[in-house]
């Protein structure tokens, strides 16, 4: 690994990818004070320069020669020597001073001046070498920042003046028992808590019990320099072992993780407390073999216990091992974090709140400085009321109290919130004294000397187009992947609709575009909120027809007039291919296709385009004559709860997509629970259907004295806006509609059947195979789940109200992960035989480890959801009498759900998986509205693009999901049609009031 950037380097510039510049950019951040350039400096000395290995009185250059090169030190030492004069040329020459590690010297090459000295290795050295064209381009970019650091290598190696004098202030003025570590920058090595819990104390004594009654252990005694260490371990033995301990533990990232966890807590050691845990040669002890309070070789009782423990909380530290991770990586010094380690952290930075206003690459780059704080007594004064402001802080665990002098406390900062952001800002005291309120408060800090860095930088990287002295398209550059020409390009972090799609027309069309540049595939998924499509092909029509303007034209001007059209025809083939069919139900984009489609057959200079304009004619044909094939299909919403179907029959024909044109049948009540029952196209309005209702119910009150209302099984109410489509797709489980004076809304109730179990086929579940009703729910749920179109989310997050459109495909896959996830809970209440209790419990977490294995991760969490609802949580009888391997694989399941850092055990879960897979559509939705309120639409009249590519990227995982087709073999069929009739309408309670009291009646609370 060590020698990976030297490799990296001695490839041409040209044939470096991003991964190289990478590890020649980590190397380069060890070097004082190379790390104070910014990252884009950093990156561009990493693509240009070349690596020299030189051995011991080597001349680099001599005085008077003319320059060619600018070097900095990586290892070594070299002497600096000075010629009087031609008088004196007899003589030897002067030692000015030495270069060591971090110096640089010979930029001389900006003003074409000859060498004023002579440099000469003294020891054997490693340099950065630069060339003269590529170090200037540098030098222009980041001018401020490379003049302080040059000049003070000058003075730290003695090119300035009094230079022994100042070294020896300096040295005397220096502390000599100087720490390692400041308290500003953390020690990953050391443990976060002045004393370890009780539970994870009792878990590094049961593994180290299991590791010294092992004969083959690693725990040996072993001399480190000169002194007798005992009962220590390699990292990589201690790895070794707790992966072959447990089958839980899949890789030797998950294994290290855990034993840092064990280490943040003080439970293992390095040896001279100089490292975090690694996966390497250094040695490990436990705490209480450095104590000696160890005692003597465990009993067999001792042993047991420890398997016991183990088996049944060895899942508990599994959890805990990312976060260990986490933590430790944002304790190291920025120059020691990995790439991929700085990845990481920058997946979790979006996704914390107090960060959201920030941009995409400002958050990259806090990655890299961000730091984790951990303090343990409560009462601690973070800062008092007057300091110096310094740094910006974030709470991920815990609480502080906010204290004024003469106000005394004034608010409460809990897990979330952050604080001192002014700090960043000004340079005012601080306003107010900050006091820890608990024991073990984790915080992030931002410092401001970093944040103002690289704020500096994101501006020096980025670019503004004016019009009319108004900004109109803000780009950034950014590094470029491999195999591309320059080191850079540029990105649209924000921009005037109109302006972004010239540019995208420009430089992303025309065979520029790059497949590794989203810029287009996030316009064409996302233009819907910002740029209607009306708007938008009168604009494609406008760039296409711009030669229609009399007077004659160049050839040059012909030239560019058709590579436009060219481009306008490639933006129409990509977006059809990004949105399918949702372009063709625009009629101004049909109109626009056939005009295209005329133009192109009449130009002989776009005979080439004439195969993509016939190919999306095709597709328009082909989807036109689907829906004139399925004009006038008609939905229904049983009135007993059951799911939404074709009116034609009770199951719904696989990979049928719901329509804003048609119509479904649906009930609305009023409160004396009479009702009336509606038909209407999906896509009308809640004003429309209560006005109807009125009518039909014979409510003599005017539309705006009424309202639509959802009355839920557990009496909740929730009011329609009147702009509000696809209602009747949008109820809960058991909700019901009702017609309402808004004075009476309070006295509307549910309808006594919504309080029992809706509507469904009865089927003995231990007659069914576990297998086969996993098989047929995923076959179930992926004819929904393909049905939902990538639109839908965003209908979804900004309000189906601002397009017009419908959600329904959306809503019916949003309403069968509750319904698979109540239908649990109501068959095991509902089932008052302990033996078949414990039989069902048994089916279901076999039924969820299916679901995993067919990648139907959305149901896969319903099941598992359901089994933790509380009135199945409760049941511990029932718990109690299952086998040990279904809890523990039950805990297992648990930990891939669990919600704790954004619910990154299913994210790096799902990370690894290939389509097709059924994602859990709630955390997706979650990702969007998350992306939604944490930043602006609009900023300075411009789109905030920046939140267009995070909405994209969630978007996206949708096409990926199902970028491949659905193939699962299936199994031996015993009672197919049953099945899918069983599965396709379940029985559901979902009122968790009625759930909690059947609960309570099949098992009752032990009294103690």
Known sequence: MAMEWITAMDKRPCDRNLRDVELISCRLRRVEPLCRLPGSALQQLAMCGFYEDLEKGVTLFRAGEQGRFWYAVLGGSLEVRYHASDANEGKSPVTLCNLGVGATFGESILHDLPRDSTVVTKTTCELLRVEQQDFRLIWE?????????????????????????????????????????????????????????????????????????????????????????????????????????????????????????????????????????????????????????????????????????????????FQRGPDATLRMILRKPSHERTPEELELVFEELLHIAALS??????????????????????????????????????????????????????????????????????????????????????????????????????????LRLQEHGKDVLVLERVAKQRGQHSAFKYTVMSGTPSKMLEHLLETRLGGQISGVDPFLDDFLLTHIVFMPVVQLVDELANYFHCDSHDGSQTPEERDYIINFKKRVIQFMQKWVMAVRHAAFDEPSVCDFIEDLAAE?????????????????????????????????????????????????????????????????????????????????????????????AADKLQLNRGPEDLCLVEVKSNGERSVFKDNDVSIPTGLSLNGRLFVSVKDHIDGLTPLPEQEGPTEGIDMDLEMLSTKELAYHITIFDWDLFWAVHEYELLYHTFGRHHFGKITANLDVFLRRFNELQYWIVT????????????????????????????????????????????????????WEKIPSKFRKLYQEFEALIDPSRNHRAYRVFVGKLQPPLIPFM???????????????????????????????????????????????DPPSPKSEGEVRSFISCLRVIDNQRVLTAMSQKIEPTRKI
Not at 402 to 424: P, Q, R
Not at 838 to 861: D, H, M, P, S, W
Request: proline share 4%; charged share 25%.
């Open 600 to 692: 192109v057959e009449a130009d002989p200079e776009l005979q080439e385009e004439t195969s993509i304009i016939h190919n999306i004619l095709t597709q328009m044909a082909r989807y036109q004559d689907d829906r004139n094939q399925n004009a006038g299909q008609k939905w229904k919403l049983p009135p007993n709860g059951q799911p939404i179907c074709l009116f034609s029959g009770n199951i719904t024909p696989s990979k049928t997509v719901i329509r804003p044109d048609d119509d479904i049948i649906f009930r609305v009540y009023c409160a004396d629970h009479t009702y009336c029952t509606l038909r209407f196209p999906l896509h009308t309005t809640a004003e429309i259907i209560k006005a109807c």
């Open 357 to 462: 206003h920030l941009s995409t690459s400002i958050k990259r780059e806090l990655s890299s400085i961000i730091v984790f704080e951990a303090h343990a007594q409560a009462g601690t004064i973070l800062f008092s009321q007057g300091d110096e402001g310094r740094s910006w802080y974030i709470i991920l665990k815990g609480s502080v109290d906010v204290v004024i002098h003469g106000k005394g406390t004034v608010a409460t900062l809990k897990s979330g919130d952050d604080f001192g952001k002014l700090a960043l800002i000004n340079d005012a005291p601080r306003a107010a004294t900050i006091v820890l309120k608990e024991n073990n408060c984790h915080l992030l800090r931002v410092d401001k000397e970093h944040f103002n860095r690289i704020l500096r930088d994101v501006e020096a990287n980025t």
């Open 922 to 968: 709630p955390l997706l939705l979650k990702d969007m509205t998350f992306a939604h309120e944490g930043n602006k639409t609009s900023i300075d009249g411009l789109v905030n693009f920046e939140k267009m590519h995070m909405m994209a990227q969630t978007m996206r995982t949708l096409r990926f999901c199902r970028s491949r087709s659905l193939g699962l």
């Open 827 to 878: 068959e095991m209440v509902s089932t008052s035989s302990m033996s078949k209790r414990v039989g069902l419990l048994r089916k279901f977490i076999k039924l969820a480890a299916y679901c995993k294995e067919y990648q139907n991760l959305n149901a896969f969490f319903a099941i598992v959801m359901g089994l933790s609802n509380m009135a199945v949580s409760r049941l511990q009888q029932t």
């Open 141 to 317: 970019k980041n001018k401020e920042l490379m003049n302080d650091i040059i000049t003070s290598c000058k003075f730290k190696n003695g090119f300035g003046p009094n230079t022994q004098q100042q070294q020896q202030q300096q040295q005397s003025n220096s502390s000599p028992t100087k720490r390692p570590l400041s308290p500003d920058h953390p020690n990953p090595a050391l443990p976060i808590t002045e004393s370890p819990s009780p539970a994870m104390n009792r878990m590094g004594l049961a593994l180290r019990t299991l590791l010294v009654a092992d004969n083959s252990s690693c725990l040996k005694d072993r001399k480190v320099s000169g002194k007798l260490i005992r009962k220590c371990a390699p990292g990589t033995e201690f790895v070794d072992w707790l992966v072959n301990l447990s089958s839980i533990v899949h890789t030797r990232a998950q294994a290290a993780g855990m034993w840092q966890a064990l280490l943040e807590e003080g439970i293992l050691s390095h040896v001279n407390k100089e490292q975090p845990f690694k996966d390497k040669c250094f040695l490990y002890r436990f705490r209480v073999d450095e104590e000696g309070t160890a005692g003597g070789s465990p009993s067999a009782d001792d042993i047991n216990a420890a398997n016991e423990h183990i088996r049944e909380n060895l899942s508990t530290l």
